[in-house]
C-alpha cells in the first residue's frame, strides 16, 4: 500500500474543541464545512457529537451528509440557501441558515415552509463580503418576522482582521454590529478563532471556532495549547547520492552544491503537499528536522538526508503534524493552514480515538 497517510487524532479534536467553547464561554458551533477542513466531516463530526452544542457548515448540501450520517445538533448554514428547494430542505431538516441577501429574504417570503425556521441574520459589520448594512438589519428583522414563518432570528457577523491583534478594524466591528442589533431580541456569534483566541469582547452567545479545532493557531504568536489533528506522513522510498553539480527533479531547482544524500517520499502536490513550497521547508524523516530540497511533483518530492545517515527506505516522513507544525509549512509556501489542510486528498486516512 503507498505509505501516505493522514493521521486523524480525533482526541485532540475534542480537546481543542474544549478549549475553544471554555476560552469563549457559553456555546460553541463546531465548524466542519470544507470536509472539516479536510480532515472528514462526518467522523469529525460524530466525535463531537456527545459535546458539541451545534455545527457550521457553509451550505445545505453539506449540512446534509451531517444529518445522512445521524447528526442531530443545530446545523448553522454560513452561506445560507442557494434555492426554494434548499430553503424548504433546511425547514425539514432543522437547519439554521444564515440570512445575507434580500434575495433569501423574498424567498422566504414566497415559500411555504413544512415547519418554523430558525435564520440567522448576516450583518456586514465591516468585511464588506455578505451581509446586510447596518441600517438594513432592523427592517430585514422585520420583515422576516412578519412572514410568521421564522423561529426567533439570530445575529451574526464575521471578522475581516481578527488575527491581527494590533489591528482596531475588530473592534470598529463589533461596535457597529452592537450598535445594528442594539434593540433587537435573539441570540449573537460573532467569533471565529482568532476572535476566540484574542477578541474577548466578541464573545456572544455562540462561538464559530474553525482552524483552532484542528489545532492550528491562527494568531502570529500563538500561545494556547492546541493540539495538531491531521498527522500528514509517508515514507522514504528512495535513496540516492548527488555529487556536487548534479541537479535534482523538474526544472534542476535544486543542484548540489556539496556532495548530497536524497530521499525519495512519495507524497506529491496531487496529496494535498504545496508545490510552492519553498526550497528549505522543514520536514522530519524518523522525527529528525531536515527539509525540502528540489521542486514538488505530483506524486513525490525529496528531502535531505545529508546529515541522517541513519535515514533508509522505509523512513517515516512527517511533512506535517506534532513535529512539523503546519503553520510552518504554510508560511513556507505563501499560504495559510487553512488551504494545506482542506487541500488534502488521495491518501489513506487512519482516524485515532474514534
Ligand atoms: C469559516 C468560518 C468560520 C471559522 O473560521 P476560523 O478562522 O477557521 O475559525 C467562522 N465563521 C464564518 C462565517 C466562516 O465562514
Redesign the pocket.
Known sequence: MRPALALIDLDALRHNYRLARQLHGGRAFA?V?ANAYGHGAVVCARALAAEADGF?VACVSEALELRAAGVSAPILV?EGVFDREELIEAATQRLWPAVHHLAQVEMIEKTPLPQPLRAWIKVNSGMNRAGFLPQAVPAVWQRLMATGKLEPCGFMS?FARADEPEMPTTTVQIRVFDEATRDLPGERTLA???AILAWPDAHRDWA?????LYGAD?LPQGQQPLRPVMTLESRIVAVRDLAVGEPLGYGARFVAQRPTRVGLVAVGYADGYPRAAAEGTPVSVDGQLTSLIGRVSMDVLTVDLTALPQATLGSRVELWGREVPVNRVASAAGTIS?ELLCNVKRVGFVYQGR
Open positions: 465548524v464545512k457550521a454560513l464575521h471565529n478563532s482568532a464559530r471556532p474553525g482552524i483552532m491562527p487553512y
